[in-house]
């Protein structure tokens, strides 16, 4: 049970019998209880205190006492995350030491074969991201991944590392999609969306790229390091960034009188559907969408949704 927090079988099956046993227990009890050698006992007791599962009292003989579990293992829990951001920290390290190594000769292209060690590759690029991931977001996608993913990004963004995503407009054609789109906007991704986003790609630091080519159940990714190539797929991100859309803000702008709920409406306008689809999505008629969409466009001084949506941008609406 406690093997994923450095706990052995050993020791946890003594921690459990300290657990239950009173009063507390000497080493001969628990020698006696566990048919166990008295220094092999020792060995154990001494490991749990170490790990802060018990704590020896005062006195002769020495009587051991179990910590409350909960409190316990919330320390336990605590230490293997500590150490699990010391070892990205000597991963990042050791990445250095490798590429000093190899750089000399390189082929900056990589080719990443199967499903799963795609999942891995595109959530290792993430972790190392210091500064700026950008994505272009496109159907189909590794579904098992996605929750992974995500918890990585508002990690990430949490931490200061900065989000642009360019959805295609099918990206956000699922209630799902479009909801987990608006949480991370909300959480402080920047986001646009585009009809017809050519390829899916990240790219971590200006630096390092991903570019999956094969997007059946066998997924192959072109892994890109410092090159040309990697250049050359920034200025395409950023000539698709400046044709997007911007979507969702959370504040609107000042001198605006437009609501949360009117923000959702332009945004998704923004991804290209129609009144009668966004009215499926919102719940309810398509009359009630067409009179808050003309209500917006006359607040916004708008003839069409095009320029709607031209005023919201200028405006930083859904920036």
């Given at each position: 049970?406690?093997g ?8 946890e ?6 657990l239950a046993t ?16 008295p220094a092999?006992?020792r060995r154990?007791l001494a ?5 802060g599962?018990i704590?020896?009292?005062?006195g002769?003989?020495a009587?051991?006492?179990a910590a ?9 829990v605590?230490?293997?995350r500590?150490?699990i951001e010391e070892?990205?920290?000597a ?6 030491l490798?590429?000093l190594?190899?750089?000399?000769n390189?082929?900056p292209v990589e ?6 060690a795609n ?11 210091k500064?700026e ?9 590794v579904?098992?991944g996605?929750p992974?993913q995500t918890?990585?990004q508002l990690?990430?963004?949490a931490?200061g ?10 990206s ?9 789109a ?7 991704e ?5 009809d ?7 790219i971590?630091?200006?630096a ?17 390091r ?6 050359g ?10 044709r997007?859309t911007p ?12 609501g ?7 945004g ?8 009668e689809?966004?009215?499926r999505k919102v719940g309810?008629?398509?009359r009630t969408?067409?009179r808050?969409m003309?209500?917006?466009?006359d607040?916004?001084?708008a003839r069409?949704r095009?320029q ?12």
């Amino acid at each position: 049970m406690l093997g994923a927090l450095g706990v052995t079988a050993a020791e946890e099956a003594l921690y459990k019998v300290v657990l239950a046993t009173r009063p507390e227990p000497t080493v001969g009890d628990l020698a006696g209880a566990t048919g166990r050698p008295p220094a092999q006992v020792r060995r154990c007791l001494a490991a749990l205190r170490e790990k802060g599962l018990i704590t020896r009292t005062d006195g002769r003989p020495a009587r051991f006492r179990a910590a409350p579990p909960e409190l316990a293992i919330e320390v336990l829990v605590l230490h293997g995350r500590q150490r699990i951001e010391e070892a990205r920290l000597a991963a990042t390290e050791l990445t250095g030491l490798w590429a000093l190594a190899h750089q000399e000769n390189e082929i900056p292209v990589e080719i990443i074969k199967g499903a799963q060690a795609n999942v891995q590759h595109f959530l290792l690029a993430q972790l190392t991201a210091k500064d700026e991931v950008l994505t272009l977001d496109k159907p189909p996608y590794v579904t098992a991944g996605i929750p992974r993913q995500t918890e990585v990004q508002l990690e990430q963004m949490a931490r200061g590392v900065s989000y642009r995503t360019i959805y295609d407009r099918e990206s956000l054609a699922g209630a799902d999609q479009l909801a987990l789109a608006r949480e991370l906007t909300r959480r402080g991704e920047q986001a646009r969306v585009l009809d017809g986003v050519p390829l899916k790609l990240l790219i971590t630091d200006r630096a390092n790229a991903l570019v999956p080519f094969v997007l059946c159940e066998e997924r192959q990714t072109l892994a890109l390091r410092p090159s040309p190539l990697v250049n050359g797929l920034l200025a395409l991100f950023e000539f698709l960034w400046e044709r997007g859309t911007p979507l969702w803000s959370t504040e609107p702008a000042p001198g605006v009188d437009l609501g949360e709920e009117d923000i959702r409406l332009l945004g998704f306008a923004a991804a290209g559907f129609t009144d009668e689809v966004i009215a499926r999505k919102v719940g309810v008629n398509k009359r009630t969408i067409e009179r808050r969409m003309r209500r917006i466009m006359d607040t916004l001084g708008a003839r069409t949704r095009f320029q709607a949506g031209l005023q919201a941008g200028r405006k930083g609406l859904l920036r």
